[in-house]
């Protein structure tokens, strides 16, 4: 009988700490997560499957994936969204001629196409061509920082790649820190993409 139950505990110990360590894994350290929607393409693409890292430092142009619930107003519980990082927290951020310029210098964005830095960036029910936060604030009635001249402590500035269609922080403001769950990584064997280039 010691025998047996020794024999059953030699498979259910290993199979106990894989279970553990998965989990922990994916709590802390890394998950996956499905695309859903056109607003990051050409970048990712709808139902494709990515990896959020949750222990890598947020960059500018970071691809993020954040809890939605809270930000954008529209948003359900629950629902996430998967954006690139163009302010980080102290930065101002404005759209002029064409251009998106960070702290007064003209960035550049080889990550997505001349239409969508140009035409697609503009937002759609402002005459205006150019934008900064006051004026997004105002013109989309952003629900919190509505005096914002730069992007808050502890914040960040969010855009889709494909601007004609991303609902991002034009039209709802700033993302929380806490709100955001990892920065996306591809699997490796989803790499055969030349476009994965620019997710990182």
Known sequence: ???????IMSWIIPIAIGLIIAMLLKTFVVTMVRV?????????????????????DIKRFSTVVFDAYGVDPDATEGQEYVKRVIGMPGDTVEFKND????????????????YQKTVGTRVQNINSKNWTFKSLATDNQWVKDTSAIRVPSDKYFVLGDHRSVSNDSRYWGFVDKSKIQGVVKVPFWNFNKADHKYIY
């Open 1 to 7: 009988m010691k025998r047996i139950v020794k024999e």
């Open 36 to 56: 859903d929607g056109p607003s990051m393409q050409p970048n990712l693409v709808n139902n494709e499957h990515v990896a959020v890292v949750k222990v890598i």
């Open 99 to 114: 251009h998106i310029y960070v702290n007064g210098k003209e960035i550049e964005e080889p990550y997505i196409s001349t």
